[in-house]
């Protein structure tokens, strides 16, 4: 871990010439604009992959309208939305996983161990299995579930506030009992149904078009801004409640805040490409390692997950030959490595 004086270097105060001031990471935002541009450089490269390939050049040619019909076409009709979508998930899962993870001051405080990513899998499940809904209803049961489970999940940990240990019990509980709530509903499904919700809830941008990438774009483009915007009041939750009280947070108000806006993002997220896992547990954690700064990181969180989620997608792509996997398949190899060296590291720094 980098030494409190070495991560100061970084820092550097900016004044403007109407008299503002403020602190600027150096490191920080070389890494998140670093991130950017790997997850710009894997959305063109995933564009042009298929069984129609084409090269980064005429991918940006077409883009910017000079493509042929065909070009176009595949594009902007078939490639470029599945691209859009990843991006947001994977922004989303970051934003939400770094959220989680702040709040419970726990780094494996993420929504797929916390049970959110359970709840919205049962509430699209319980559309598909008892009243056969189309994609759009699929879509709505998954982030009613999500959301639910939010709820619950708040007010079981209340009490006198909520703190990081409780959320975390909670979470956990709450995800041993949606699990078998799902394996209950697939068994409970005919050939058809069962199949349909083992393909959703393995996770894949497959198929994804604009109706996914608008309703998407509109959460992210509301509340990850709003997330931003608390950055500093989340920073100082880390601290503990008496510590931020005292620095002038509205400690039960942000936190509600926060955690609403994250328990959305992930619910939206789940509900346009499936539940995609341990992108929201390895996101925050690999930003923080990047940048080598306290607090939660959520820009970075965010271009790791959107990056991780796009390179992650074009292995399942390629790397198989010509068997694709859905990504969902990818994301839970490395992210069960991943989490294993975690606990690992943790438990050698005799933290857990």
Known sequence: MKAPQDTAKSVRAVRTAGGFSFRVDVRALVVIVLLALVAAAAAVVLTGSGDYSMTPGEVLTTLFGNGTFQQEFI???????????????????????????????????????????????????????????????????????????????YLLAWRRGVHGYRLVLVGIGAAAMLTAAIHYLITKANLVDATRAVVWMTGSLDGRDWAQVWPLLAVCGVLVPLVLGHGRALRMLEMGDDAAHALGVRVERTRLVLLGCAVILVAVATAAAGPIVFVSLSAPQVAR??????????????????????????????????????????????????????????????RI
């Open 75 to 153: 594009v902007t009709d078939l490639r470029l939305p599945r691209v859009l979508v990843g991006l947001l998930v994977g922004a989303a899962l970051g934003v939400g996983g770094a959220v989680f993870q702040s709040v419970s001051r726990n780094p494996l405080g993420s929504p797929d161990v916390l049970g959110f990513g359970q709840g919205s899998a049962v509430g699209a499940l319980t559309v598909i299995v008892l009243f056969h809904g189309g994609p759009t209803e699929v879509a709505a049961g998954a982030v009613a579930g999500g959301v639910l489970t939010g709820v619950a999940v």
């Open 289 to 350: 390692r990047l940048t080598r700064s306290p607090g939660p990181n959520l820009a970075a969180a965010a271009c790791t997950g959107a990056a991780l989620l796009l390179v992650a997608d074009w292995t399942a792509m390629n790397a198989f030959g010509d068997r694709q996997l859905p990504v969902g398949v990818v994301t839970g190899v490395l992210g069960g490595c991943y989490l294993l060296w975690l606990l690992v590291s943790e438990r050698k720094a005799g």
